[in-house]
C-alpha cells in the first residue's frame, strides 16, 4: 500500500507560483503514475496533471497547460507540480493519488486513482 503527503500549500497573489509536492511511501512507484486533481467549494474534483513515474511522460489540463509543469524526483520517492501565472480560479484543495499503469509508459488523467493523500491548500487572492 502506497501512502502520498502533499504540501506547499499556501495563500499567494494572482501571478505568483507555488510548487506542490507529493511524497510516497510504502512501495516502489516503478509500475504507477501520479496525478494532481484538485477541489474547490462546491465543484467537483478536476484533473490537473499526472506523471508516468518510470518513463516521466506528462499530461495535463487544458486549464492549466503552459503554466502548471510536473516532474519527479526518483531519488526523494516525491513528485512536485510547479505552479506558475496563478490565477483565482487555481484556488481549491489539491490532491495527488496513483494510478497503477504497469508496462506503460504514460498516465491518464481520467482513470481510476487510489492511495489518495489528505490534501494542500492552494489559495490565489489579492
Known amino acids: 500500500q502506497v501512502q502520498l503527503v502533499e504540501s506547499g500549500g499556501d495563500l499567494v497573489q494572482p501571478g505568483g507560483s507555488l510548487r506542490l509536492s507529493c511524497a510516497a511511501s510504502?512501495?516502489?512507484?516503478?509500475?504507477?503514475?501520479i496525478g494532481w486533481f484538485r477541489q474547490a467549494p462546491g465543484k467537483e474534483r478536476e484533473g490537473v496533471s499526472c506523471?508516468?513515474?518510470?518513463?516521466?511522460?506528462?499530461v495535463y489540463a487544458d486549464s492549466v497547460k503552459g503554466r502548471f509543469t510536473m516532474s519527479r524526483d526518483l531519488g526523494k520517492y516525491t513528485v512536485y507540480l510547479q505552479m506558475n501565472s496563478l490565477k483565482p480560479e487555481d484556488t481549491a484543495v489539491y490532491y495527488c493519488?496513483?494510478?497503477?499503469?504497469?508496462?506503460?509508459?504514460?498516465?491518464?488523467?481520467?482513470?481510476?486513482?487510489?492511495?489518495w493523500g489528505q490534501g494542500t491548500q492552494v489559495t490565489v487572492s489579492s
Open positions: 510504502g512501495r516502489s512507484l516503478g509500475f504507477y503514475a
Open positions: 506523471i508516468n513515474i518510470s518513463v516521466g511522460s506528462t
Open positions: 493519488a496513483t494510478q497503477y499503469r504497469g508496462y506503460r509508459g504514460d498516465c491518464d488523467l481520467s482513470g481510476t486513482y487510489n492511495s
